[in-house]
């Protein structure tokens, strides 16, 4: 089965600055997406950004990227240019794509990142 | 585009008993998920249907059960309610396509039981 580990439960970073949070995951798969969801104070858990594993280009979406390295099996977002919206608790998932086609995520347990004024 | 719902949003029950939740994927979406989410277990994957069917369940006892219908709406139930039961649920809707599709979450119902 696979797994998620995001090894920082909680992050800080000064408004402006640029913070990276942590995940690694565990599989024998070859084929599998990976992605970071955000869920902020309000609970709606909302997708910041996903990576096909067979794309050797790290995904960026605006002030978010990943650093996707595939064998290390390690998935690290980085968030640049902080702002106070951005703190959340933020998911690392995983995706199977051996499963039938289902949507089934498997998550990590979470970083709670606080962005300081 | 109205996006996925959930209700009741709040719930109190006792031992025991048993409780149904509600979601309503956005339009178009025929898959949708179930997670349960503690603070000390996180999320958990509970079961997944599309088209009326269930194609995938997690590592939940029996007394966790869904179904869906033919508008996609879905439901779920538990039985027999324990204090371990408490959590917030959240639903997610997606999308077929060719390529993985973005799940969208609900708000979720925050279930307490005492």
């Known amino acids: 089965a696979q797994t998620v580990t995001q090894s920082q439960p909680e992050m800080s970073v000064q408004e402006a600055e640029t913070v990276t949070l942590s995940c690694t995951y565990d599989?024998?798969?070859?084929?599998?997406?990976l992605f970071w969801y955000k869920q902020p104070p309000s609970r709606q858990m909302i997708l910041v950004i996903r990576q096909e594993a067979y794309k050797q280009q790290n995904a960026t979406e605006n002030r978010f990227s990943v650093n996707f390295q595939k064998a290390a099996k390690s998935f690290s977002l980085k968030i640049s240019d902080s702002q106070l919206g951005d703190a959340a608790m933020y998911f690392c998932?995983?995706?199977?794509?051996?499963?039938?086609?289902?949507?089934?995520?498997?998550f990590g347990k979470g970083t709670k990142l606080t962005v300081n004024p | 585009k109205a996006g996925v719902t959930q209700t009741p949003r709040y719930l109190i029950k006792t031992r025991g008993q048993q409780v149904t939740l509600s979601c309503s994927p956005i339009s178009g979406h025929r898959s949708v998920s179930w997670y349960q989410q503690t603070p000390g277990q996180g999320l958990q994957f509970l079961f997944e249907?599309?088209?009326?069917?269930?194609?995938n369940k997690g590592n939940f006892p029996g007394r966790f059960s869904g179904r869906q219908f033919s508008n996609s709406r879905s439901e779920m139930n538990v039985s027999t309610l324990e204090l371990g039961d408490s959590a917030l649920y959240l639903c997610a809707s997606s999308a077929q396509g060719l390529t993985t599709n973005e799940q969208f979450f609900g708000p979720g119902t925050r279930l307490t039981v005492l």
């Open positions: 249907y599309f088209s009326e069917t269930q194609r």
């Open positions: 599989t024998s798969e070859s084929d599998y997406y």
């Open positions: 998932a995983y995706r199977s794509d051996f499963q039938g086609g289902s949507e089934k995520l498997v």
